[in-house]
């Protein structure tokens, strides 16, 4: 109970340091409360980095979506974020916490709407996928997980990262053509590529680690 107990007080101490993390988790339930209060659903819809708003205002939606929700079940994975964040923030720093923030986020999006738009082409998916809303900060999330990678002791991080692929990517996995157990949908697919750059990434972060 002693060793929980000191595990608890560790992590608030190191969330308490972190105005990434803190700011972040702010600027989220700031945006969700005023969603809730002005119960105007335009506000997720207008923020969805769908199709039809990439098209009309890209900077926009890519911005805004980072900080949107689009149920409040979405906030569960709100502190798995803070303390996630703010352990990126003590060991890579501020600006590339932030700056591996806006990949994860800014890369999955895109590369989810060219395979949304090379299917609506294609005839493979209904021209409608174009409006459904995409909002969110689990890609974000994903990518700085992965990043993480290196700060893992040696000895655990193959199952660091096989944890991290049965979290993010289990429908991709299992919706395989081999498999087919389950249907994967384009967040999916954010998710893992999210990750996927998160673990690139994580080279450089091990490299640093190692000169310093």
Known sequence: MAAVTRAVRCVAALVARSDVALGYAGVVLAVFAWVEISADPSIVANASTNLTNLTNHPVQVLLASAFVVSQPADLIALPVLVVVY?????????????????????????????????????????????????VGFSYGLACVSGVLRPFVDRRSQAWYVAGLLALWSWPVLLGSPMLRLTTTSFTDAGHTLALLTGLGLSTLAARDEQEQ
């Open 86 to 134: 703010a352990l990126a923030q003590r060991k890579l720093g501020r600006a590339a916490t932030l700056v591996t923030i806006a990949i994860g986020h800014v890369l999955a999006t895109l590369c989810v709407a060219v395979l949304l738009a090379t299917g609506i082409f294609h005839g493979l998916l209904q021209p409608s996928i174009a409006t459904v809303v995409d």
